[in-house]
T-cell receptor
Framework: DSGVTQTPKHLITATGQRVTLRCSPRSGDLSVYWYQQSLDQGLQFLIQYYNGEERAKGNILERFSAQQFPDLHSELNLSSLELGDSALYFC??????????????FGNGTRLTVT | GQQVMQIPQYQHVQEGEDFTTYCNSSTTLSNIQWYKQRPGGHPVFLIQLVKSGEVKKQKRLTFQFGEAKKNSSLHITATQTTDVGTYFCAGIKAAGNKLTFGGGTRVLVKP
C-alpha cells in the first residue's frame, strides 16, 4: 500500500461529459502529480502541484484542469470528454517539490472509460 | 524538450536467463529513478541513482548510471516469473525540476 488514495477506481461516462478524479497524497507529502497511461503505453505527465501551487505542467489538454486544496488533496477535472481520453489516470505524491531525492508514490489509479 | 528513451520496448526472457534494459536521455540528468509496474498494478519505486558511474544492487537487480549521466541500465540476473512487468526509468534534467518517464520496457518471462 503506497498510502496514496485515488477515487473512484473505475469511471464510465459518455462523450461530452465532465468528470472529477480525486487524489489524497501520502501523509506528509506536499507534491501531487497526475499522469495519464493509455493501454500498454507509457506514463504521460500532466501536471504537478506543490503545497497548493502549480509547479510543473506537461502535456495537459486545455479541456483538463487540476487543483490542490489546502488539505493537500487534489482533483483532476476532465471536460468535454472524447473517446481518446479513455485511459488509466494515476496520481502520485512525493515529499519534495523538485523531484530530486523524492521518489514518487503512486496510487492505484482511476480507469476512465468514455463511450 | 527533454526526451527519455528506453530500449527494448519488449523483452521476452526465458526463466533463468539474464537480460538488460537501457535508458537514454537526450540531455544530462541530475538523477535517475527506476520504477516497476506489475500487470494491472501501479508503478512502484525501485531505486534512485545520483552520482556519475554509480552502481547499485538489489538482490538480482543491478542498476547503473552512466559516466556522462545521460544513460542508465537495469540488469536482471536469473530471471524469475516474479520479474514480469514494465520497468520505467525516469530522469530529471540537470537544473530542471520535471521528472520525465521513459516509455518503459515490458518484460515477459517464459517458464
Amino acid at each position: 500500500d503506497s498510502g496514496v488514495t485515488q477515487t473512484p477506481k473505475h469511471l464510465i461516462t459518455a462523450t461530452g461529459q465532465r468528470v472529477t478524479l480525486r487524489c489524497s497524497p501520502r501523509s506528509g507529502d506536499l507534491s501531487v502529480y497526475w499522469y495519464q497511461q493509455s493501454l500498454d503505453q507509457g506514463l504521460q505527465f500532466l501536471i504537478q502541484y506543490y503545497n497548493g501551487e502549480e509547479r510543473a505542467k506537461g502535456n495537459i489538454l486545455e479541456r483538463f484542469s487540476a487543483q490542490q486544496f489546502p488539505d493537500l488533496h487534489s482533483e483532476l477535472n476532465l471536460s468535454s470528454l472524447e473517446l481518446g481520453d479513455s485511459a488509466l489516470y494515476f496520481c502520485a505524491s512525493s515529499v519534495g517539490g523538485r523531484g530530486r531525492g523524492s521518489p514518487l508514490h503512486f496510487g492505484n489509479g482511476t480507469r476512465l472509460t468514455v463511450t | 524538450g527533454q526526451q527519455v528513451m528506453q530500449i527494448p520496448q519488449y523483452q521476452h526472457v526465458q526463466e533463468g536467463e539474464d537480460f538488460t534494459t537501457y535508458c537514454n536521455s537526450s540531455t544530462t540528468l541530475s538523477n535517475i529513478q527506476w520504477y516497476k509496474q506489475r500487470p494491472g498494478g501501479h508503478p512502484v519505486f525501485l531505486i534512485q541513482l545520483v552520482k556519475s558511474g554509480e552502481v547499485k544492487k538489489q538482490k538480482r537487480l543491478t542498476f547503473q548510471f552512466g559516466e556522462a549521466k545521460k544513460n542508465s541500465s537495469l540488469h536482471i540476473t536469473a530471471t524469475q516469473t516474479t520479474d514480469v512487468g514494465t520497468y520505467f526509468c525516469a530522469g530529471i534534467k540537470a537544473a530542471g525540476n520535471k521528472l520525465t518517464f521513459g516509455g518503459g520496457t515490458r518484460v515477459l518471462v517464459k517458464p
